[in-house]
């Protein structure tokens, strides 16, 4: 085949790059629009094809070692007449020297629009295709986005999308918009030459023109050769079985049991007790005797009962040869807490895979070690040394930081945001981030997975999983050093390896991932993912109690990327008979200080009933239960004629409103299939983010300010768009 | 003089602006460094001109009413000789028909940096200069920065560095660093224009060229006149002493008293009432008769002693009766929550304006109508249709949305944010916010100004009272209707009028004005603002116990602006004292799980010690109780055995830690002049986000998530610098 020929050639020949026209052939090849060109081999033949061409031309120096033409004079543009092709031509000649092979001739484009399109090989991700603006301000601006190969054309349409520029890319100035499908050929073709040229490491197409006509040209590309430095960890993938065993044991062996309060060995099982587990617990310490008034087994092996789970927090020099112990037990899973490992340096970090070997060759199956933990609300196991037991739900955590997860999980259990499980992943020295993706994958109680990432050891592996468990079920990510700083904080804490943030994210968004902007963010996220049906769109109806606060929602949305529709005419004509008539007739919806509580009831009816919403946002509906009581008690202290026995009543009356509105929106998202939030401005603190509803899917959903429903709601419409590129 | 010469016969002349020529002229006047060009009346003088000039040349038709003449084809680039001239003379010509003047010759300027530069007078705010990236990519990327005349240096060098595209202000592709002093320059003869001659409409100066040197060159200038057209509405100012007596009543009359429970008239009375207020209070309902066991006056007048304040809750419609029984009785003050005037149309508008005057006339200061009422804790008065109880404070909030302004408070009883006064500003009738800035100017007690906007009366006005309050003390904002929608929303809720937000924004940044973005981060900015100390510079020393929380704040530094500087040796030395063997050694100095406490203390010192630093963040230092009492709980439910009495100590030893420790940063505060703001990481929602600490100006801060702390730190950092550029 002909490029394959064209880049052994080059390499037989010790080139380290194609030459400009070579290039170009090779991009054609693969449905690139080049510029029309033709290589000649002196000034006279230059200036013969110029006159073919068609005064203004283009003259360029050609040769593989002509790298930095412009900055090197060996580009000439717009030369008018045969006199500036010669003059040109010498010039180029004298500035290249022994490196030149020759000229290139091109006609001399129209066209105002410049962008760059390339391809190189990330460490972590392999072939990754670039876009970006071109032209003198490329730098200064730094507009790229970047997409892991191979590319499809949904994806190939939204680079162009996401670009900052990308009004560039429509009708401009007189120029006609780009033909699209030119710029998705040519972003294709990059990644099929990613995808099958191994030897290419890198392509940098720049100038790519869009003409006043629209159409796309590679006016000057470079094709260098050479393989890509893959730093990817290749480990055994972890079989998903085994860490669904991990997280539901029959039975726990507590290695390293102790009495005292502050150890591990005291924390973990009182934890596991206190929280209701309901397998087998057994305390294992050499020294025997007893703790918390059970007996202490010297040995695993003295348990007179099967063990599925070790629990172990013996120092971390004796932890080796517990192997051979828990191999005859036959322990299925070890949660190792021991810190000493890899993260102290690189004798730990031989320890650390000597012993992830042998626990291999075992059918031993190692979390940690320096985890802080899992959880399993659903069997009633919380083994984590922060005391925190979440409601069983549908949303699985796991955490590089186990400090960070824990302290979720306890935002996570004071807001009723259920959970699948919890882990925190410790130095991984078997299972990562990646096997938890493909054990989650079809574990059916999971239907939310939320993830705080530093690194990742397998980013290609990382990537497909990501994806191909997106197209299920949501993937909520926070990336903890996403600069510099936070990465160099990330390498003393996880031991994480510098990445390409753009890259990372890039490859993020492409998978789907949901990303997070700040750890409670992700608490917020997967409260609204678990609990809602997507919306199909971005449309948005907004009802208030408190008009200052429907302003700020509605500012909110637009800046988040959503609509807030104008009611058409049958919408007003229905709520005029709901609201008095000095109502806004607009959304927001004000309820104008309206007391009465069938109101919103009926009012939320019609708003989920209009085709021009996708979603609804209420807000001061709920949450009135703190001014309320505040009241009653000011009546209490001041009014000796106030009606107790009336106001006693009222805030189990709200409770009981509360109630049965949220069962109401509740049951209007499984008939509508459009998502509510709530925004309960709540003040004393007292209610959950989540409320369950029984016999449904769905659940109640209320923040405590507008701008966290609304950027959630945000979230679950840009993952919408996403599920529709990938035609799901 | 000659620029008020030129003006004055091009308007007698009837023309709306001047032509090129003459537009340059009052440029270069104004110290504008404009292209040398020169002014011809004809082809063959083009000619001349041109050779004297030195090809190649630009040839622009000339003329008075020739404007976009870059799409018409009136201008030339790079003619190369005299017959390319002559062909240019020509075709202008044609192009422009009977309005060509003559013909303009200029050098042609080598630079590949364009921008923009403008005057233009706002409705509000007067004369505004305009700044923006130039070139083919001016709409694509709408990269333009806005300042309100006059400007000084500072803000003109200012304007450079908040383009997106500032880069190109700096060496660009072997091109120099533009002029800075050239810049100031054009930026601040712009505003001495648009100051001096009210009869410029607006200027547009576009290319601004910013040659290979680094010169600055206006190419095209057009000066267009005319006189703006100003919607600021002129109200008379409100005395200050009156705001300060409205907030300080010695006796308040409930007019339209009421027994009902959730009427206006009985609702505010048991607020106050119930809050403690001392002066006296009376109630008056022309039924008569007792309320909550109190005696019920017929009118104000038969009150036996003087009153100070009418809170008034009567229908709209009885509302002007009660304007000669309040001036007979002597009331200084109404708070009148009745609503239906000018939200309702211009009826009711009408009725207002003639309430307003009639109090004017009487020496009477009205808050509303239609607001939700005052409060004032430092003389417990509580006077708000939500019954909120902040503490005294020295946060001053004011806010054009009651509901908004009454749900925060909420918040800020909550988190302990004191108060100094509140009011929701309903109609603003007689006291706009405007007012309330000049009114809080000189309140000692208030350090810290919280303001809830959707919009303002006099926009010149408004900047010139928040700028010399800001150089006092901070004021922080959050403008209701960013967005069209958002806007759309606050005319049905304030009668808001649709402004330039752009222009509005950039006046508040200039002003020192805070602008929050979300309503709950008013509340993080006040107790931060109103507890701690400015930070001279941005860099950041974090303190952590859990690396994940000290790689997300990391990032979140870096992406709010700061820095994470790494520490220097003779710190590391230090800390090398206090932590064990395997800590870190870097910024985020992590904790590594240390338990014992004074490890916090000192080593907090040590980082608020080290000169590399401007303000300390604590990370989970605070805020364990939640699961250290989980911890205990679970010791007591399993282990028969625990130690009880030493388990039971523990949550008063760790808030006995928690006090020492916040006194011991805020005493740090005080000795090194930086501010500490923690994170708590608390989920049990008992603990506040400020702290009192007795005898010290500032307070203990902790915010429950790093973001919020990171946050309010980047606004302090960028009101100090906005402080050091007004030279204060």
Redesign the interface.
């Given at each position: 085949m002909e490029v394959l020929e064209l880049i052994k050639k080059a390499i037989f020949e010790g080139k380290t790059s194609l030459n400009e026209a070579e290039s170009k052939q090779v991009l054609h090849h693969y449905g690139v629009p080049v510029v029309e060109e033709f290589v000649v081999t002196d000034s006279e033949k230059a200036v013969a094809q110029a006159e073919k061409v068609g005064f203004p031309v283009v003259l360029k120096g050609l040769g593989a070692r002509l790298t930095h033409k412009t900055e090197r004079g060996l580009v000439r543009l717009n030369l008018k007449d045969a006199q500036e092709v010669h003059q040109a031509a010498a010039q180029i000649a004298e500035a290249a020297g022994n490196d030149l092979e020759g000229f290139i001739v091109q006609p001399m484009l129209s066209g105002?629009?410049e962008f760059v399109a390339g391809l190189f090989r990330d460490d972590q991700f392999g072939p990754v295709v670039m876009f970006g603006l071109g032209g003198?301000?490329t730098?200064?601006?730094d507009d790229v986005v970047f997409r892991i190969a191979p590319l499809d054309e949904a994806h190939a349409n939204a680079m162009m999308d996401e670009l900052?520029?990308a009004?560039?890319l429509g009708t401009?100035?007189g120029e006609k918009p780009v033909h699209r499908d030119q710029m998705v050929r040519v972003l294709m073709g990059l990644s099929r030459l990613g995808m099958e040229h191994s030897k290419i490491r890198e392509i940098d197409v720049n100038p790519l023109l869009v003409g006043r006509d629209g159409d796309v040209t590679a006016v000057d590309a470079l094709v260098v050769l050479g393989a890509g430095t893959a730093k990817q960890m290749m480990r055994p993938p972890v079989d998903p079985k085994a860490i669904y065993h991990l997280f539901h044991p029959r039975s726990i062996a507590f290695v390293g049991a102790s009495?005292a309060?502050?150890k591990w060995g005291?924390?973990l099982f009182?934890?596991v007790?206190?929280?209701k587990y309901e397998g087998n617990m057994y305390l294992v310490n050499p020294k025997g005797g007893?703790?918390?008034?059970r007996p202490v087994f010297k040995s695993v092996t003295d348990i007179p009962a099967p063990v599925d789970l070790a629990v172990v927090s013996v120092p971390v020099g004796k932890v080796m040869e517990l192997m051979p112990q828990f191999k005859e037990k036959g322990v299925r899973s070890v949660l190792l807490v021991t810190s000493g490992f890899s993260e102290?340096g690189e004798e730990g970090r031989l320890l650390e895979q000597k012993l992830a070997e042998e626990a291999r060759a075992s059918g031993i199956l190692i979390l940690g070690p320096n985890t802080m933990g899992i959880c399993n609300p659903h069997v009633n196991l919380f083994c984590t040394y922060?005391?925190?037991r979440p409601t069983p739900g549908a949303t699985t955590l796991i955490?590089?930081?186990?400090?960070?997860?824990?302290?979720l999980l306890?935002?996570a259990?004071?807001e009723g945001i259920g959970i699948r499980a919890f882990a925190g992943s410790g130095n991984e020295a078997m299972i990562t981030i990646e096997d938890y993706l493909d054990g989650i994958e079809d574990d059916d109680l999971t239907n939310t997975l939320v993830l705080?990432v530093?690194s990742i050891k397998n980013g290609r592996r990382f990537f497909d999983s990501a994806r191909r468990i997106a197209r299920k079920k949501p993937v909520i990510m926070?990336k903890?050093?996403?600069?510099?700083?936070?990465n160099?904080?990330?390498a003393?804490?996880?031991g994480a390896m510098a990445s390409n943030i753009a890259v990372f994210e890039a490859a993020c968004r492409q998978a789907g991932i949901v990303l997070g902007?700040?750890?409670?963010e992700l608490l917020d996220l997967s409260a609204a993912f678990s609990s809602l049906p997507l919306p199909a769109g971005n449309r948005v109806a907004v009802m208030t109690?408190?008009?200052?606060?429907?302003?700020?929602t509605?500012?909110?949305?637009?800046?988040y990327g959503l609509?807030?529709p104008p009611l058409p005419p049958e919408i007003i004509e229905k709520i005029d008979k709901i609201l008095p008539p000095?109502w806004?007739?607009?959304n927001?919806v004000?309820l104008v200080a309206e007391?009465d509580l069938s109101v919103p009831m009926t009012l939320s009816e019609v708003l989920m009933a209009w085709e021009g919403c996708d979603a609804l946002l209420h807000l001061?509906i709920l949450g009135r239960q703190?001014?309320v009581r505040?009241?009653i008690?000011?009546?209490f202290?001041?009014?000796?004629?106030?009606?107790h026995q009336?106001?006693e009543k009222i805030p189990d009356y709200l409770a009981e409103f509360n109630s049965k509105y949220t069962e109401h929106v509740v049951r209007l998202m499984e008939k509508y299939g459009k998502p509510v939030l709530g925004v309960s401005?709540l003040?004393?603190?007292d209610s959950h983010t989540v409320t369950n509803v029984e016999g449904t899917p769905f659940k109640g959903i209320a923040f405590?300010?507008?701008?966290r429903a609304v950027s959630a709601l945000a979230a679950m419409y840009s993952y919408k768009r996403w599920l529709d590129m990938e035609g799901i």
């Open positions: 105002t629009r003198i301000l730098e200064a601006l900052r520029a009004p560039l401009f100035r009495a309060f502050t005291y924390v009182t934890n007790a206190a929280g007893q703790i918390a008034g102290t922060q005391h925190v955490s590089q930081s186990g400090n960070l997860g824990t302290q306890a935002f259990e004071s705080y530093e926070l903890g050093g996403r600069t510099r700083e936070g160099r904080a990330a003393s804490h996880t902007k700040t750890s409670m109690l408190g008009g200052g606060w429907g302003v700020v509605a500012d909110l949305c637009i800046e609509t807030v000095y806004s007739r607009s927001p004000d007391m001061g703190f001014f505040r009241m008690e000011s009546a202290t001041v009014d000796p004629n106030c009606d009336f106001l401005l003040a004393d603190g405590p300010a507008p701008e």
